[in-house]
C-alpha cells in the first residue's frame, strides 16, 4: 500500500475510533449507550455508502472524475487514485489513436495494394488507396464484400482455403487491367485476420523476359562458333606434335564444358517459358535402371551404387524432363563423392500418398548456411571443388525448374562430412498405378541393367 493511501487509512480508522467512543461516551451519560452507538455506525455507514454510490455512478457513466480537493480522508485518497488513473489511461488513448492515425496513413500511401480480411467469412474489412489502382477494390464501399466475387476471375476461394501454406501468386493479371501483372502474397497475422499484399511486378516480369531473351540468344548463339572450335580441335593429332599434346587435352575438355555450360542454359531457358508439361506415362522402373546405367558410367567403378523400387508406382509428366532433373542429382552425387563411398538412389511412396525419389551419398556434404541457395544458377559451395569435378553450376537449378513444372519441390539434406540427401517429392495426383505386364517387362530391364 501507498504512504499516502496507509495513512489516509490510518486517518480514517482514528476518526470512526473518535466518533464511536464519543457516542459510547454520550450514550453512557443519557443512560442508552448502545442504542446511540448503533445510531452513530448507522449514520457513518449511510454516509460512507453515499459516497461509494457517487464515485460508482461517476465510474459508471463516464463522468469526468473531478480533481481531487484538499481532503484527507480515505475517499479524498481513493478520488485522487482514480484521477490519476484516468489521465494516464486519456494519454495512453490519445497516443494509441495517433499511433494508430499514422500506421493507416502509412498503410494508405504505399504503392502496395493491403487487404484486411476475414478468415472465416473470406469478406473485405479494410483496404488503402492502391488497392483500388491494382484490385479494383474500394474501401469503404466495398467493406464486408465477398473478396473471392470481388476479384474475379482470380481463383481467390481455392488460394484463400489454403492459409497459411497458400502458396504466393506471381505474375497474374489485375482485375482491374490485364495488362498490370501481379504478385500475390496472403499473410496470416492472427486467427481470425488475413493481410493480402498485391504488388504490380510488371517491371520485373519485362526485366526478367529481358534477361531470359538474353540468355537464351547468347547461348543459342555460341554453338556455331563452339561447333567450329571443336572441329579444328578434332583436325589436330597429337601424334604430329607430341608437345602440344597436355594443350590440345585441355583446350578439349574446356571446349567441352564450355558446350556443356551452354546446352544447360538452353535447357533452363525452354524450361522458364514453359507453363506445363505433356502428361505422360513415365515407367519408373526403366528410368531407375537408367539412372544406375549412368551413375556407373560416370563413377567408373570408384563407389558403391545402390537403386532400390519400393514404390511399385509410375508417375505422369515428362520423361525426358525428368530424367534430367534426375540425372543431374545423380551426376552431382557422383562427382562430389570420394572414391570408395556410397551412393543410393530410392524411390518410395509418401506419407501424404505421392512418391519420392531420393538421391543419397556419403560426400563432403554441405555446410548448413549454403543450402538455401543451392538451387541458384551458378551458385558455388566451393569454386576450387567445381573446377576440378567440372560442373557448370546449373543442374539444380534444372532439377528445381522441372520439379515446379510437375507440381513437385526438391527437399535437402546435408551434414558436412556425413554426406548429403536430395529428394523429389511428388504429389499424389502425379501417381499412375504401373501395369502387371509393364512392371514384368521392366522389372527385366531393370535386373538387366544390373
Not at 54 to 60: A, F, G, M, N
Not at 318 to 327: N, P, V
Not at 369 to 391: A, I, K, N, W
Not at 416 to 424: D, E, I, K, L, M
Request: with cysteine.
Amino acid at each position: 500500500m501507498p504512504p499516502t493511501a496507509k495513512s489516509a487509512w490510518l486517518r480514517t480508522l482514528a476518526t470512526l475510533a473518535t466518533v464511536l467512543a464519543g457516542a459510547l461516551a454520550l450514550g453512557f451519560a443519557v443512560g442508552k449507550p448502545w442504542p446511540a452507538l448503533a445510531l452513530t455506525a448507522l449514520a457513518l455507514l449511510a454516509g460512507h455508502v453515499l459516497r461509494l454510490r457517487r464515485l460508482l455512478t461517476r465510474v459508471d457513466t463516464r463522468q469526468r472524475m473531478p480533481p481531487p480537493g484538499h481532503g484527507r480522508g480515505t475517499w479524498s485518497e481513493v478520488e485522487r487514485l482514480l484521477h490519476r488513473r484516468r489521465q494516464d489511461a486519456r494519454t495512453r488513448d490519445r497516443r494509441l489513436v495517433e499511433m494508430l492515425r499514422a500506421y493507416r496513413t502509412v498503410a494508405a500511401v504505399l504503392p502496395d495494394a493491403l487487404v484486411i480480411v476475414d478468415r472465416n467469412s473470406q469478406r473485405l474489412l479494410w483496404s488503402n488507396s492502391a488497392a483500388t489502382t491494382l484490385l479494383g477494390l474500394d474501401y469503404p464501399r466495398d467493406q464486408g464484400a465477398s473478396i473471392s466475387e470481388r476479384l474475379q476471375p482470380l481463383p481467390m476461394a481455392r488460394w484463400l482455403s489454403a492459409g497459411r501454406h497458400a502458396e504466393p501468386m506471381f505474375d497474374v493479371a489485375s482485375p482491374v487491367d490485364a495488362g498490370v501483372r501481379l504478385s500475390l502474397r496472403l499473410i496470416p497475422y492472427s486467427d481470425s485476420l488475413w493481410l493480402l499484399v498485391a504488388r504490380d511486378v510488371g517491371k520485373m516480369v519485362r526485366l526478367e523476359q529481358m534477361r531470359r531473351d538474353f540468355v537464351a540468344n547468347v547461348s543459342h548463339e555460341l554453338r556455331t562458333p563452339l561447333t567450329v572450335v571443336h572441329g579444328y580441335l578434332d583436325m589436330f593429332d597429337p601424334e604430329d606434335n607430341p608437345e602440344w599434346a597436355p594443350m590440345l587435352e585441355e583446350m578439349r575438355r574446356q571446349s567441352q564444358r564450355m558446350t556443356q555450360l551452354v546446352e544447360d542454359l538452353l535447357t533452363l531457358s525452354r524450361l522458364e517459358a514453359q507453363e506445363a508439361l505433356p502428361d505422360e506415362p513415365v515407367s519408373m522402373a526403366s528410368m531407375l535402371a537408367t539412372l544406375r546405367r549412368e551413375a556407373e558410367a560416370l563413377s567408373k567403378g570408384r563407389h558403391v551404387i545402390t537403386v532400390e523400387d519400393h514404390a511399385g508406382v509410375d508417375l505422369a509428366g515428362s520423361t525426358r524432363e525428368l530424367h534430367s532433373a534426375f540425372s543431374n542429382l545423380v551426376a552431382n552425387a557422383v562427382r562430389y563423392t570420394p572414391s570408395g563411398g556410397a551412393i543410393s538412389i530410392g524411390f518410395m511412396r509418401n506419407a501424404e500418398g505421392g512418391a519420392d525419389l531420393a538421391v543419397r551419398d556419403s560426400g563432403y556434404g554441405i555446410p548448413a548456411d549454403h543450402l538455401p541457395r543451392l538451387t541458384e544458377r551458378f551458385y558455388r559451395v566451393s569454386t576450387s571443388r567445381t573446377r576440378e569435378t567440372g560442373g557448370t553450376g546449373l543442374g539444380l537449378a534444372i532439377a528445381k525448374h522441372v520439379l515446379q513444372l510437375h507440381q513437385a519441390r526438391l527437399g535437402i539434406e546435408s551434414e558436412v562430412g556425413r554426406g548429403s540427401t536430395f529428394t523429389c517429392h511428388f504429389v499424389a495426383a502425379r501417381i499412375v498405378e504401373r501395369d502387371d505386364d509393364d512392371h514384368h517387362g521392366e522389372q527385366r530391364a531393370h535386373e538387366h541393367a544390373r
